[in-house]
T-cell receptor
């Protein structure tokens, strides 16, 4: 049973560039949530996708956008990168009609120079 | 805004000792989740709690859902070196709403001396 997978593992970008991160949910899950985790902090909720639509959003600017595909996989896009966007980006999958448990992937470490 | 407060921030203990940490909120929660995160990895779900007063174990780990629904506790018995990591509590934003947005505490960093 495959767990949550994310790609790439690491990424280095420069200010102003754009980045796309990818996530495949755990087998059988239909909901994907994205979190940003700065060094020394707990994860911060960015948004959640279900049925290919953004259902909930945290306190992040419009530079952060996403997409969910029919196979439930998801992408996180960040435009006009800032130094402060450097963080570990985590994807979590869950069942929309299940309990509130979310299972996390290994994350993508983004460094903005 | 809504937040979870974890304590202690860090712990440095001897192998074999028991560990206790807790998480408090200003609002009521209907779910408490405890995660462990190793350096460079994603959080791994340890225990999920759904009812006030619930006590759930996972091996040497035991977690409790506080009676007031505003706190939760995690205990680790007979710690071993692989218990090293950061422990996070989490709950659904809004406390009692069935939302997929989780909020996290700041984490408790555990170090175990062999």
């Amino acid at each position: 049973d495959a767990g949550v997978t994310q790609s790439p593992t690491h990424l280095i970008k420069t200010r102003g560039q754009q980045v796309t991160l990818r996530c495949s949910p755990k087998s059988g899950h239909d909901t994907v949530s994205w979190y940003q985790q700065a060094l020394g902090q707990g994860p911060q909720f960015i948004f959640q996708y279900y049925e290919e639509e953004e259902r909930q959003r945290g306190n992040f600017p419009d530079r952060f956008s996403g997409h969910q595909f029919p196979n439930y996989s998801s992408e996180l896009n960040v435009n006009a990168l800032l130094l402060g966007d450097s963080a570990l980006y985590l994807c979590a999958s869950s069942l929309r009609d299940g309990n509130r448990e979310q299972f996390f992937g290994p994350g993508t470490r983004l460094t903005v120079l | 805004g809504q937040q979870l407060n974890q304590s202690p921030q860090s712990m440095f203990i001897q192998e074999g000792e028991d560990v206790s940490m807790n998480c408090t909120s200003s609002s009521i929660f209907n779910t408490w989740l405890w995660y462990k995160q190793d350096p460079g990895e994603g959080p791994v779900l340890l225990i999920a709690l759904y009812k006030a007063g619930e006590l759930t174990s996972n091996g040497r780990l035991t977690a409790q859902f506080g009676i007031t629904r505003k706190d939760s506790f995690l205990n680790i018995s007979a710690s071993i070196p692989s218990d090293v990591g950061i422990y996070f509590c989490a709950g659904p934003w809004g406390g009692s709403s069935n939302t997929g947005k989780l909020i996290f505490g700041q984490g408790t960093t555990l170090q175990v001396k062999p």
